[in-house]
């Protein structure tokens, strides 16, 4: 099991200190925000931060194929690989604040799942048919370095998406175990539709995490993750009709107020957090005492989750060494004990 990191794109001095100290730490993975209109460009700190640390591996959460052309993105991912082989991932969904915050819509699943096997080629600087009728490459990128590809989704068509195309997929759904259930079980019969064997995909959790003995402390920290993701349930749920989401997905999407990205999205003191009960906020976050938390962990571990991807830690030097005394330790290894 990984304990993965999320970090925003600004404050660079603050954003350094922070991915050094996760590396310091034992985090696997930092992960950082795509979104050009609420913050810095995230491959200016993706490059910042790869120099300012020793192991952990940078990648998008997540970038996309409207704000950003597919070439370019392949361009720049096949950039840092070279600089910092080993240590660089690509992070791809339909985009969220990134498009939205433009009056976009999100990009359409079928355009993606055209788009992901050109991005994947690209990066090897193999040729691909391009639309238009013409053939293209990235000329120096000939014979490149393998990038994993991580797609992120919530809704089942995109979660389906993910298993037959990516290497990681990050589930956005919570972490009550029958949610996570349902996700995995998406992934699992994309691949094996794909012709892919269900084990060779990685299932990531993207959520928040606060290790605390204050347990009011700890929800009110991870108040902003079951905030984001009853905006993402509930556009899932309007465009999937026979959606199949368990109740303990759904009740939140009809429990939520309305959401604005440019009134304290990703803030858990944000006015859209305050309809959050105590019970809402445990089913989509890791939050109380370290025993607690392990325990959510060991579950979701046995259920097939390979990395808990914790956001946004900025500036949270603190609760980033209490994780890596507490919590790393202990699902560091062959399995959590």
């Known amino acids: 099991m990984k304990i993965g990191a999320q970090f925003l794109p600004e404050e660079n001095h603050t954003f350094l200190s922070s991915v050094r100290t996760a590396d310091e730490v034992g985090y696997a993975r930092a992960w950082l925000v795509d979104g050009q209109m609420l913050w810095h460009e995230v491959y200016v700190y993706m490059t910042q931060g790869l120099a300012a640390t020793k192991d952990i591996v940078f990648g998008t959460a997540v970038t ?27 992070g791809l969904g339909r985009g969220d604040n990134a498009v939205r915050t433009l009056g976009l819509k999100p990009v359409p699943t079928g355009e993606l799942a055209q788009t992901v096997p ?11 048919d391009i639309p238009g009728g013409r053939r293209a ?11 994993p590809i991580m797609m992120a989704a919530t809704g089942p068509k995109n979660i389906r998406l993910a298993g037959a195309l990516a290497d990681i997929v990050m589930l956005y759904v919570g972490t009550h175990p029958e949610s996570v259930k349902w996700g995995i ?4 019969a994309g691949a094996t539709q794909a012709g892919r064997h269900p084990d060779s995909v990685e299932i990531a959790l993207l959520t928040a995490m606060y290790v ?8 009110q920290e991870c108040r902003w993750a079951p905030a984001a993701c009853a905006n ?44 959050l009960t105590g ?10 005492p370290t025993d607690k938390c392990l325990e959510r962990i060991r579950q979701l571990e046995r259920l097939g989750v390979a990395e808990i991807s914790t956001a946004y830690v900025n500036g949270k030097f603190d609760q980033m060494k209490r994780v890596g005394r507490e919590i790393i330790p202990a ?7």
């Not at 019970?279 to 109380?288: E, I, R, S």
């Open 137 to 147: 490459r990235i000329r120096w990128a000939e014979g490149g370095r393998e990038v």
């Open 64 to 90: 996309n194929t409207l704000t950003r052309h597919f070439s370019v993105t392949a361009s720049a991912v096949a950039t840092l690989a070279e600089l910092y082989p080993g240590r660089v991932l690509l």
């Open 118 to 128: 050109l991005i994947r080629a690209l990066l090897k600087g193999e040729e691909v």
């Open 279 to 288: 019970d809402l906020v445990d089913d989509f976050v890791l939050a109380g």
């Open 212 to 219: 605390s003995d204050d347990q009011e402390e700890a929800w």
């Open 232 to 275: 993402h349930i509930a556009y899932a749920m309007k465009w999937n009709p026979d959606h199949g989401m368990p109740e303990t997905m759904t009740r939140l999407a009809r429990s939520r107020d309305a959401y604005d990205y440019y009134a304290g999205h990703l803030d858990s003191k944000a006015d859209h957090t305050a309809y």
């Open 331 to 337: 699902v560091a290894g062959a399995g959590v004990r």
């Open 185 to 188: 079980e998406h992934v699992r």
